[in-house]
């Protein structure tokens, strides 16, 4: 065995970087195992349950994953970790709950198992009354609920209680000159097989024409929740370009409009607005009869929407996303209320079929003055993130790498206003921040695809959902802490293929010896888990950062 995996009884894996073969075994592995760590040399995994069950939901079997561990493992398998693989697959589905003519069933082919669960407090009370040895009523109100309990208690339900159709609504795909991608086609059907769920597709490969497709295999009035406004109308312009639907069918629930009609795209931030206490829009949940509920960025789904979505379980929910990661850890309601991930292309699989375009990540070091380095070191903790993140150092860095990409497409991208209104002045270029009306940003991104406009400065409001095709340079000057999913997002700007097809470059800007360092390492984790190499350059020596 002379594989480059070291596979430990404590569910980690060991991943010898520069192994012949460590490519193929990190694309094999990520199906089931999270990145933990991504050092130079080594970087560590772990299996852990949640992930076995997401990749049993989407397919793959036990013996499938042992297989891949057997095939590139140095060392032979420990049996205490085969063994424990196989129980925790195992025990998703052994729960099922289905509907029959008068509600909802929970039954088993282990009653034991019933028997534990149906004894927990929280789930006894989700209980209307044993029906047999194998089998409990549910309470109609309680299927969201009860998943997400028995998904604590490590025991996942399979949900095949169906969904309603919803009000039926013609849509089908306008494939003039164009055509879903097979992989593109393939998360379709995985999601409509089962009828909710999670698909995983990193930024640039066109979960927008998924969502499309999904609509037009469910032809039905659909429920669109997006991140922001500017998010809202690109999905909008998106439908009118690929499918049969008209300005009239599309209606914007937003802070600016209030529309519903069949197909009506509605924002995170007026769902979860409140008045006096009380959330004022949920009537929008059942303004229509929904037959499909789409999750834009379900990563970012906040955590009121996660409560009204555990009574939504009988409409259909298609959730789209780069990252299953979540920086609050609740994957796991991800899992429970909107669904397992049914289906998962990694970046690089989808960057080698030239869908979308490939990238070179660099960290530049940069050395913070006396006079920085001795405010660092008397700031209290709660300001040394923003005191190192925000060095005027970085300003320099910048203008070197501005010049060394004269002629490209250039977005620089920072967490704070002052850092950005300083920067955008300096440089002589637009800043773009959430303070900007929706207007004046869809103008400066239309300037940037243009070209008018070559250089943005922006704030994070460009991290979701905006379609930027030609960028092929991103400078990041400060970030959430290290945020993975922000990473994912940033790097999503360069990924859509450009008319240009020159390869993208994605600078972090980061102060030594800082906890601008320390949480630069969550970012690299991330890079390294999609398959992208991380060069680490110093300041001094950005005369040719491919080099």
């Not at 309470?139 to 998943?147: M, P, Q, T």
């Not at 406004?229 to 209606?251: F, H, K, N, P, Y």
Request: aromatic fraction near 8%; hydrophobic fraction near 40%; charge should be negative.
């Amino acid at each position: 065995m002379t594989g480059p995996l070291i596979v430990q009884s404590d569910r980690t894996v060991l991943l010898e970087v520069a192994h012949p073969d460590a490519a193929q075994a990190r694309h094999d592995l990520a199906l089931f195992a999270e990145l933990e760590r991504a050092p130079e040399h080594i970087h560590t995994y772990r299996i852990t349950r949640l992930g076995l069950w997401n990749a049993r939901a989407a397919g793959h079997s036990a013996d499938e994953m042992l297989n891949t561990l057997n095939l590139y493992a140095k060392f032979p398998l420990p049996e205490a970790l085969v063994t424990d693989l196989r129980d925790t697959v195992a025990r998703y589905g052994r729960l099922v709950i289905e509907r029959d003519d008068e509600g909802l069933v929970m039954h088993s082919s282990d009653p034991a198992v019933l028997e534990q669960v149906s004894r927990n407090k929280q789930i006894a009370s989700m209980l209307a009354g044993k029906l047999s040895d194998d089998s409990y009523r549910v309470a109609d109100w309680a299927r969201g609920s009860l998943k997400q309990q028995l998904v604590k208690l490590g025991w996942p339900a399979e949900d095949l209680a169906g969904y309603t159709p919803g009000t039926p609504h013609d849509i089908s795909l306008n494939e003039d000159g164009w055509q879903l991608r097979n992989y593109q086609q393939q998360a379709v059907d995985q999601f409509f097989k089962h009828g909710s769920g999670v698909v995983v597709l990193p930024c640039g490969a066109g979960k927008t024409i998924v969502g499309a497709g999904a609509m037009a295999a469910a032809d039905t009035t659909t429920l669109i929740l997006v991140t922001n406004t500017v998010s809202a109308r690109q999905w909008r312009d998106e439908l009118l370009r690929r499918t049969s639907l008209t300005e009239d069918e599309i209606g914007e629930y937003s802070g600016e409009s209030k529309e519903i009609k069949p197909v009506t795209i509605a924002t995170y931030q007026i769902l979860t607005s409140r008045r006096k206490g009380e959330y004022t829009h949920l009537s929008l949940l059942d303004a229509l009869d929904w037959g499909l509920i789409v999750y834009d960025e379900v990563h970012l789904l906040p955590a009121p929407v996660f409560k009204l979505t555990a009574d939504l379980q009988a409409r259909r929910r298609l959730g789209l996303t780069a990252t299953l990661v979540r920086e609050d850890g609740r994957e796991s309601d991800v899992f429970s209320l909107i669904g397992p991930k049914r289906f998962d292309a990694p970046w690089k699989e989808i960057e080698a079929q030239g869908f979308i375009s490939p990238a070179e990540c660099f960290e530049v070091r940069i050395d913070l003055p006396y006079e920085d380095r001795m405010q660092y070191a008397s700031a209290g903790d709660d300001q040394r993130y923003r005191i190192a993140a925000t060095a005027p150092a970085k300003l320099d860095v910048v203008k070197q790498l501005v010049t060394k990409h004269a002629g490209e497409r250039i977005l620089i991208i920072g967490q704070y206003l002052d850092q950005i209104d300083e920067i955008a002045a300096a440089l002589d270029v637009p800043a773009l921040t959430g303070q900007a009306p929706v207007a004046e940003r869809e103008e400066l991104f239309a300037a940037f695809r243009s070209g008018a406009e070559p250089v943005l400065v922006v704030s994070k409001v460009a991290n979701f959902s905006v379609d930027l095709p030609d960028a092929s340079v991103a400078i990041q000057i400060s970030g959430s802490y290290g945020s993975r999913q922000e990473e994912a997002q940033r790097l999503g700007r360069l990924l859509r293929p450009s008319s240009s097809g020159i390869s993208a470059s994605f600078y972090t800007l980061v102060s030594r010896d800082t906890v601008d360092q320390d949480f630069a390492q969550n970012r690299q984790r991330f890079l390294a888990e999609q398959g992208y190499s991380y060069s680490i350059l110093d300041a001094d020596d950005l005369g040719d950062p491919s080099s």
